[in-house]
């Protein structure tokens, strides 16, 4: 795109995106959708909570898609750990339904969306959902000089 002035205008930077859900089918497809998606930056993946939690430290993504079935029935310690560790951080949350277990108090937590499986494969629905969050994303803060310690 160029600006009034005749000069190209810079390119809008990109989401920098962390993945985390466990090793699957589900978890490829998931990539491989992200990966059309030219305003993502797939940065990095995590298959447990607490690999997501340093990954997010050691990473600094912009946003994190976490899968719900990592925490188990912690999912609202999951998250406020990833926001504590990662100040400025974005989580999404990903479920089989909107109804799982522990999806409400993740949300209670500092999660800002829950996307079921279903809909995180459907790319057009993924990039609009990715625009919004990724618009809300906050400056980072400096952050802790140790990795964090999962409990």
Do not use: K, N, Y
Request: aromatic fraction near 4%.
């Amino acid at each position: 795109m160029v600006s009034h002035q005749g000069r190209p205008e810079p390119a809008a930077p990109r989401c920098r995106l962390l993945v985390a859900a466990p090793r699957g089918w589900r978890r490829e497809a998931l990539l491989t959708a992200l990966a059309t998606l030219p305003a993502v930056e797939v940065v990095g993946s995590a298959d447990t909570g607490a690999d997501a939690v340093i990954e997010a430290w050691r990473l600094q993504p912009d946003l994190v898609m976490f899968d719900a079935t990592l925490a188990g029935q912690g999912l609202a310690g999951a998250v406020r750990h990833l926001l504590r560790a990662t100040p400025g951080l974005t989580v999404c949350l990903l479920a089989e339904t909107e109804f799982s277990a522990g999806i409400s108090a993740g949300l209670d937590a500092g999660a800002a969306e829950c996307l079921t499986h279903q809909r995180a494969h459907d790319r057009e629905w993924l990039a609009l959902v990715l625009r919004r969050l990724c618009r809300r994303h906050r400056p980072r803060r400096q952050t802790a000089q140790r990795p964090p310690t999962p409990r």
